[in-house]
């Protein structure tokens, strides 16, 4: 049976990436954490809560151990030293990295090079498993460790258990993170058309600038929130009365998860989204698709003129989250996948 305490996550320094990903499902199954900064054996300790304290762990008191996205030598020496004494190394990947490269807006492609992808594919080989977001990463990651998983993203609710304060405008709005240029690009269109005809509307973004490129046509209506600690993140999205959530047909949005959704939906912000990176919306019910930016000008004009429905379709979205993506209800298929992973022999695993 499994003992949350023999379990060690070790996520990518203080980024969002690690706390989503690793810091938040262990928090919630009772497993120590870590957030280191650099290379073996460059190491260095960012965050953490190891045996009750924030330090240095002994990897080699675990059961399982999992990295996130773990590159080079150094950690490959690592997975096999703990492999030789029992402990089951899980590979840790948010995003399908392959396609970073091919972003040209991606501020951090230079990363995933073919050198760097041949060092990170090193050690998905090397690593008795390899657990992702969703099923697309997994499939394109199968050829490199036969044992995969995916463990969904939850949210921690209680981080957004804000009030949106009220307001005269009705604000719509984008948060994110880098490589999103292409596939927002059409939507800023739609959004300045409805703008232009809803004169109470304002266009807002957090992380990345975007709403400075409607900022000349509309002055006083944009705002751009810089980037800024994910602790600060459900606070400055109440800022939101409906989201955007735009994909492209890339593979690099094919490997998309739907967090975006999952953080408006745990504000009962309404979002409007792409079918193909947030399949589980119920069009009408808890969100919206838009298959295209030629639909996203009704899809707003509709919520930005009925508040009754901005606030029953983002109550549902919430009551979703509640139900299906709450950590204390994600943290399941975590503590199932280690369960299933110390049943499996460790010749069956090591690669």
């Not at 409906?242 to 492209?248: E, N």
């Not at 979205?317 to 369960?339: G, H, L, P």
Request: proline share 6%; glycine share 8%; aromatic share 10%.
């Amino acid at each position: 049976m499994l003992d949350p305490s023999r379990v060690l996550f070790v996520g990518l320094g203080k980024s969002a990436v690690g706390w989503y990903r690793c810091y938040l499902p262990a928090m919630h199954m009772g497993a120590d954490w870590v957030g280191l900064a650099g290379e073996p054996p460059e190491m260095v300790f960012q965050t953490g809560l190891v045996k009750g304290t924030s330090t240095m762990p002994n990897f080699e008191d675990y059961d399982v151990v999992v990295l996130q996205q773990p590159r080079g030598q150094g950690w490959f020496r690592i997975i096999k030293r703990l492999q030789s004494k029992g402990v089951k190394v899980v590979f840790e990947v948010d995003d399908y990295l392959h396609a970073i490269h091919k972003m040209p807006e991606h501020d951090y492609k230079e990363f995933f090079s073919k050198d760097e992808l041949a060092r990170l594919e090193l050690n998905m080989r090397a690593c008795d498993a390899l657990v992702c977001s969703t099923p697309y990463i997994g499939r394109r990651y199968h050829t490199f460790n036969q044992n995969v998983w995916v463990c969904r993203n939850g949210v921690d609710l209680g981080r957004y258990r804000l009030t949106r304060p009220p307001r005269p405008t009705v604000n719509i709005g984008w948060a994110g993170a880098t490589g999103h240029n292409r596939a927002l690009a059409p939507w800023l269109t739609a959004v300045g058309r409805v703008m232009a005809e809803r004169p109470a509307t304002t266009f807002v973004t957090i992380g990345m600038n975007y709403a400075d490129a409607l900022e000349t046509a509309f002055p006083n209506r944009t705002l751009s929130i810089p980037f800024t600690l994910i602790d600060t993140y459900p606070s400055a999205m109440t800022m939101f009365d409906v989201a955007l959530a735009p994909a492209g047909k890339s593979a690099f949005f094919q490997g998309k998860s739907d967090l975006r959704w999952l953080e408006a939906a745990a504000l009962g912000v309404p979002i409007v989204a792409d079918p193909q990176t947030y399949p589980d919306i119920t069009h009408g019910v808890d969100g919206f698709h838009a298959n295209s930016a030629a639909e996203v000008p009704e899809l707003l004009r509709e919520l930005v003129d009925d508040e009754e429905l901005r606030t029953r379709v983002g109550a549902n979205a919430r009551k979703y989250v509640e139900e299906k993506r709450d950590m204390r209800v994600a943290v399941r298929q975590w503590e199932a996948m280690f369960e299933a992973l110390l049943e499996i022999p460790a010749a069956a695993t090591a690669s």
